[in-house]
Every structure is written in C-alpha cells, then in structure tokens.
C-alpha cells in the first residue's frame, strides 16, 4: 500500500521509516530557525501535503528524544480528506531558550486504518459494567500490595 507525499516547500523532506518495522516516520522543519521561550507553543511547517490510502489517517505523534529536552509534538490527527500542508503544533515545557534549526525533526508520523461509525442518539446508557461511571483516580494511584509486603 502506498502514502503519497507532496513537496510544497522546495526544502522539504519526504517522510520514511528509519528501520525495518518502525511504526513512526520523522518529520521535519521547513521554517527558519525558530526559537522557543519556556511554557511556549507554535505551530511549525513541515512542508508537505499528503494523499492517504481511503480508510487511513496520519497521526502527528512526539518524538521521545525530543520530548526529554522539553520539546513535545502535541497528538494530532491528518484526516483522509485534508490535502493542505501538514504542520505540527510544538510545545515547549523546558525552562531555558530552546531553539530549533531549520530542517530539525520535530516530530513523527504514523500512518493508521480507521473506522467510520454510525452516530445513535440514545437515551439511557447501562452503566451496570465493573467500572461503571468511576472516572479519574476511581483505580487509585498505588499498585495493589500483596499479603507479603510486595507489590
């Protein structure tokens, strides 16, 4: 199965797997040089457009590298239909400058099947499962501590 990708910036990179069975391709910047001040967010361009297989998306994922230096892809999602150039929303969560050089990677791509769904309106949702409605912090925060001391 094939992904089509378009350079609409001359200095753009075309995506690919860096090892045999990776999930991720990198992405990179086109942009000048761009510099972050802590607790900063921007939206970066890659350059590219793309032309997904029907029945597929593209999700924008951190790369794990960078986001132990501060600098966080934030989740985002390439829908089948969109053919614009595809940007990265960037966050950066460190305490200094940090700066970006033109044609960085700054995040991954992974290319997923999705499923469409028809929409219901209901009523009454049975919550009569194991969990029911307990949401945030209903399992705890501490593993389970076994009769002997250990976890």
Partial sequence: MKVQFKKCHKLAIIPKYAHQGDSGM???????????????IKVIKTGLQVILPSGYEAQIRPKSGLSTKGLVAVLGTVDNGYRGEISVIVQYTGNTMFKVAKLSKIAQIVIQRVESFEVEEVFEIDDKTSRGSGGFGSTGLLSEVKSNGTL
């Avoid at 990198?26 to 900063?40: G, R």
């Fill in 26 to 40: 990198d992405l990179f910047s086109v942009e000048e040089d761009i510099t972050f001040f802590p607790s900063q």
